[in-house]
């Protein structure tokens, strides 16, 4: 069993930045991967940023590309997305998951995930 809390959402302004953390708790799997899922109201679940652990490796959403950094910290058992230049159509609930298979083919499914955060509100204004 793991669990995932989100942290760090907000009220910025167009152009501003923000700093989501993910702080995990239970279980640790040596081959995982992390991602941030974003979700606006009435539209999916859309994948935003993924990890995978053991090799670093990160994928990014076009979208975002650029923009955003998801980076972990061993120490803390803990993933954060770094925002910079957001943008209003950024306005989601963001949440992360774990993928205990680190399956890196299937990053940006959410599908893939098997744990998730109750999610973190960023709104981004005009």
């Known amino acids: 069993q793991v669990q995932l809390v989100e942290s760090g959402g907000g009220l910025v302004q167009a152009g501003g930045s923000l700093r989501l953390s993910c702080a995990a708790s239970g279980r640790t799997f040596s081959n995982y991967a992390m991602g941030w899922f974003r979700q606006a109201p009435g539209k999916e679940r859309d994948f935003v940023a993924a990890i995978i652990w053991r090799r670093g490796t990160t994928y990014y959403a076009d979208s975002v590309k650029g923009r955003f950094t998801i980076s972990g910290d061993n120490a803390k058992n803990t993933v954060y997305l770094q925002m910079n230049s957001l943008k209003p159509e950024d306005t989601a609930v963001y949440y992360c998951?774990?993928?205990?298979?680190?399956?890196?083919?299937?990053?940006?499914?959410?599908?893939?995930?098997?744990?998730w955060g109750q999610g973190t509100q960023v709104t981004v204004s005009s």
């Open positions: 998951a774990v993928d205990v298979g680190g399956i890196s083919a299937t990053y940006y499914r959410s599908g893939t995930y098997d744990y």
